[in-house]
């Protein structure tokens, strides 16, 4: 069932424009680098953005920093909240389960294909910034100045890389359990999506707030950014680790919940 | 097959009880009980004065809730005294020591040597070398609570000294210690702070000036003990890199050339007159411990540029006894009598003491 739901997500054309739409404002800024020699001050715009005009091997990380805060969560809302909702208003969700999988096998699998997309999401941003760095700007080897102001070698910025693209990763499996969360109490796909962007936007709110700073530290959105604590020389592991727990809680606690609903809910369409 | 209503329940129980236990949980580790020791308030000081050499690491928060009104021309410090800032610390002694202070996107590094120190900008890919320096404005390494704590200690009397109990500071035991200066001009109300049971380290310092919330509130959320790896400590400006030599004390003594010098009372507002070895000579510094006021003579112009960002504050006293503000503890006072001179007077003493030191200044000199 996992392989026949990964075979539908990847074949839909959709999917693929959305991750092709997601890969657009990365490209876009690259250009506009490129033909501008305007790099903003390290320090401001996205992380990293400032050191791609010397060194375009960072392109993928600045890309990543430009889609995470709104274009990736939207698109893994998007893709999730459809999984099941989706299939409710496509009418194909009894047919579904008329197979003798069951309803958790079913969820596991829209759940596996989630994930999946999310991935393959994230390491298409990098592939694609790193192709886009390299032919738009100076590549240097893949060597670096670390956030600290140590030299960072070509061994570690590329560890620290597949780190940070994991952590991502794991960042947006949280939105993602939002969005099948809401998935399998409504048959309107939109409404699912929309319900999991509500949760980010509220989060990404109450995190400017100094008013909200006791709930702070379970923000769904709070710890996104860590990732730029994988460049600090050495690693601050605090944040990263702490945004790590949050996801996995939010993602155990909302699966439990989607599973709780959709094993026992009456499905009529 | 759809579950029965006791099935449904069951499953949704169990989603209540893993959402509880989770939520419950940093409640629960956060509600572990401090074990107290008695130690005499006295010894707590000394033992808080005596941790300079413990070697630790640690990552901390320091949160000011205080809106000084001294506009663009001192950004840095009203920001370190109104936001809250992260820093991590790697601590092995004065002479070996890294703080970097935390941005989301960005970081400042504090690196301190034996002969002075680099300061590491990655907003401006910058490196600054300094030289130590008598006396400078404030840095967020001066805010960490073992900075701050052995300062605002190492001048109590033990009569202004009480215990206060226990609670856990990251994760350690920490025995309370509260200051409560006696001096009338004194504007900060009490100072606590939290001393580590094992290693006198203080971990965390809140200082607390007429309202009920502390108008400084600077703590460690981790701190381990042991000597950090020197290559962590030790700093190289990266290539690339601006690399910059700190104009500071050159600004010190241009000063104190420049600054026209008139005799100073030996006392001000009831505080005694004190010197610091460094320090221009024309500068006015009075008082001891965390009551502390500094007389500055000034050009007119620069006076008249600061009092009007006094004005702007709607806490501004300007009653012919010289234009005062008060940010928390902290109060300021422009002195601008008819002339090229005028007085600058801050310090942790309440707006009548300011009043009180600007009648005893002498009229300031003409700028040299």
Redesign the interface.
């Known amino acids: 069932m996992i392989a026949v739901e990964l075979h539908k997500l990847f074949r839909r054309p959709r999917t693929w424009t959305t991750i092709a739409v997601l890969n657009a404002l990365p490209l876009l800024v690259a250009v506009l680098l490129q033909l501008t020699d305007l790099a903003p001050?390290?320090?401001?715009?996205?992380?990293f953005l400032s050191a791609v005009l010397?060194n375009g091997t960072l392109f993928p990380l600045a890309a990543l920093a430009i889609v995470l805060p709104l274009f990736l969560p939207i698109a893994v809302a998007v893709v999730a909240g459809d999984s099941v909702a989706g299939e409710a208003q496509a009418g194909t969700l009894r047919y579904l389960l008329a197979r003798p999988a069951g309803r958790t096998r079913l969820l596991v699998a829209k759940l596996v294909s989630v994930f999946a997309f999310v991935l393959v999401t994230v390491v298409v941003v990098a592939a694609v910034g790193y192709v886009v760095g390299t032919t738009l700007f100076e590549a240097q080897p893949i060597a670096g100045?670390s956030?600290?102001?140590?030299?960072l070698t070509p061994e570690e910025l590329t560890g620290r890389t597949v780190l940070a693209i994991g952590y991502v990763t794991v960042s947006m499996l949280g939105v993602a359990a939002f969005a099948l969360f809401f998935s399998t109490f409504t048959d309107s796909p939109l409404g699912a999506t929309l319900g999991a962007l509500a949760v980010l936007v509220t989060s990404s709110l109450l995190f400017t707030l100094d008013a909200a700073s006791p709930i702070a530290?379970y923000l769904p959105t709070r710890y996104w950014?860590a990732f730029?604590d994988l460049f600090?020389d050495?690693i601050?592991w605090?944040d990263v680790v702490r945004g790590l727990a949050l996801q996995g809680?939010y993602v155990?606690?909302l699966l439990?919940?989607a599973?709780?609903n959709f094993?026992?809910?009456?499905?009529t369409s | 097959m759809v579950a029965s209503g006791y099935g449904a329940a069951r499953r949704w129980a169990v989603v209540a009880v893993l959402a509880g236990v989770l939520l419950a949980l940093p409640s629960v580790v956060g509600a572990l009980p401090a074990s107290d020791a008695d130690v005499p308030a006295p010894q707590l000081r000394a033992d808080a004065l005596a941790s300079a050499d413990v070697a630790f690491s640690g990552y901390a928060e320091s949160a000011g809730g205080l809106t000084l009104p001294v506009g663009d021309r001192l950004s840095r410090l009203s920001d370190l005294v109104s936001d809250r800032t992260l820093m991590r610390v790697w601590d092995a002694g004065p002479d070996r020591r890294r703080v970097d202070v935390l941005a989301a996107g960005g970081e400042t590094g504090y690196h301190a040597d034996g002969a002075g120190g680099w300061v590491w900008e990655y907003e401006d890919a910058r490196a600054t070398r300094t030289a130590p320096s008598p006396l400078s404005l404030p840095t967020p390494p001066d805010l960490l609570p073992t900075s701050l704590g052995r300062r605002l200690l190492s001048e109590a009397a033990d009569e202004e000294l009480s215990r206060i109990g226990a609670r856990r500071v990251a994760g350690r035991d920490a025995l309370g210690l509260r200051l409560v200066p006696w001096a009338p001009a004194a504007a900060v109300e009490r100072v606590d702070v939290w001393v580590d049971a094992a290693s006198g380290l203080p971990l965390q310092v809140q200082v607390f000036g007429a309202a009920d919330v502390p108008a400084l509130d600077t703590r460690y959320l981790d701190l381990e003990l042991g000597s950090p790896d020197p290559a962590v400590t030790s700093f190289v400006p990266p290539p690339g890199a601006r690399v910059a030599l700190d104009r500071e004390r050159d600004l010190l003594e241009q000063a104190d050339r420049r600054i026209a010098r008139v005799p100073l009372p030996a006392e001000l507002a009831g505080l005694p007159r004190r010197t610091i070895e460094g320090a221009p000579a024309a500068v006015g510094l009075y008082g001891r411990g965390v009551t502390l006021l500094a007389a500055v003579p000034v050009a007119g112009r620069l006076a008249r540029d600061v009092a009007g960002t006094l004005r702007a504050s709607p806490e501004a006293v300007d009653d012919g006894r010289g234009l005062r503000v008060a940010a928390g503890p902290l109060g300021l006072l422009v002195l601008d009598p008819p002339g090229e001179g005028a007085w600058l007077v801050a310090g942790t003493v309440t707006l009548d003491a300011l009043a009180a030191a600007a009648a005893a200044l002498p009229p300031p000199a003409e700028e040299g």
């Open positions: 001050r390290p320090g401001e715009g996205p992380p010397t100045t956030v600290s102001g140590s030299t530290p950014l730029v600090r050495p601050l605090r809680v155990g606690v439990t919940a599973w709780a094993t026992t809910k009456d499905i």
